[in-house]
């Protein structure tokens, strides 16, 4: 357990070996098991191994390569659909077209996600998260026909892995954990939290290629900028509340 | 690992005896191993011991006895504060206050608290999730000191079990995995998934003692009502508001 824990890599490189029927049934069933509100399983997963729709998923996920490689594809979920229905043929009211309501189904879906991620890696797959999901969550709607209350949150590559990447680095645990209340950050702080980061041969490399003077500025200038930010922030929360997640 | 995960039930009462520091330390740095956006790790989980402040905490909570009982209380929070000063001491101009950001840090909290869980259960702890997290986010803000871009999204009793609850039931794995593409729910659908939890002990008793008709209206009668679920959204909306996440 704990070992599957510690030594889990996103894989971005895939063998084509597909992932058999049975493995992938217990991975998904792990995910039922992960706590949920008021054991309403308000969450869905869409299992896609079909290669023209992959395909189109691919060109969704900015064309990461691994969503082409992995033999299975996975969306998680946020989704009140099944449970309204059931409300409604049950002679009952349903209330779950608002934002908690979406938020609830949120959580569901990801603490699902994460069961799966590590009955998958004890397994012997690997898996990517792909940051995407929530970017081009409107496209995602239209490609796997994502009815009313449903609206994904994650998306996973999953499959054989075919490389070994290194541990990633993580900061200090003092960087995310605060004792009794919530303690703000000084600048030495700061400074001390990300000072093996900064002054690795990683991140001077990384200076160097980007002409950047500051790694933190590889983040801001380059890889999550305020513009795509702010554009891809309307566009999810207009899918929100396309999907019937915004009465207020 | 797999035996972790198909194990996991919510524990409601608690041991007072204390968690030792080095388990604490090790579930909370399986946390840390979760896969986390561009390895910004942009979550903080603040650890509760001391009982004036869990008392605050249990008030906030709809006074959930556990809250008390349980020697520590783990509070999971979306965070770009510590991100967005770094960016500020490093001439970077950051753009995280925005609703995509919010939700990209949501995952991070909310994956590293699912690793959290299961490494805490295979130390022989308990754990439950408490889903007023949301609902009082305003109040745990005001109890934890919580500064601007920081967000509680979920909150954890953590303890050693002084229950043996049954494993929760879970509805067939029809009601949440789809194949390919979403396949829309039929009336006879919602009739087969819910058949066997409609037709339990548990559930005749549960209509009786509420004098209620179907399952159904005691989610939408009386656990998650249209009301409270409305009142709790807007309060929630506007915690992320106020905490700087609304800039579009």
Redesign the interface.
Known sequence: ??????N?R?IRKYKSDPVPEKVL??I????????T?????V????????ED?RKQLWEAHFKQDMVLQAPVHLTFCA?F???T???E????????D????F??A??DA??????V???AE?HGLGI??L?TA??MADRIVE?????EY?VP??CLAVGYPDEEPLL????P?E????????R??Q?ED??R??KEREESDETKELLEINKK?????I???N?????D??H???Q??KTIERQGFMN?
């Not at 969450?43 to 896609?48: E, K, L, N, Q, R």
């Not at 490609?143 to 009815?147: K, R, T, V, W, Y």
């Open positions: 357990m704990i070992d599957t824990i510690f889990h996103s049934d217990e998904l069933k792990a995910g039922s098991r992960a706590s509100t008021g054991n309403m399983q969450y869905s997963a869409i299992v896609t191994r079909d729709l989704d659909r099944r449970f229905k059931w409300c043929q049950r002679k009952a009211d349903p209330g779950y608002n934002f908690l309501s938020f609830t949120a959580i990801l603490l699902a996600s994460q069961n991620v590590l009955a004890a990517c998260y940051g929530t970017y490609i796997l026909d994502l009815p449903v949150v994650a990633t680095d993580r900061l645990m960087a995310i954990i605060h004792q009794e209340k919530y703000d950050f600048p700061i400074d939290i990300y003077e500051t790694l933190a500025q983040f801001t200038d890889r999550y900028t305020k513009k930010n702010l891809f922030s309307k999810f929360l207020q």
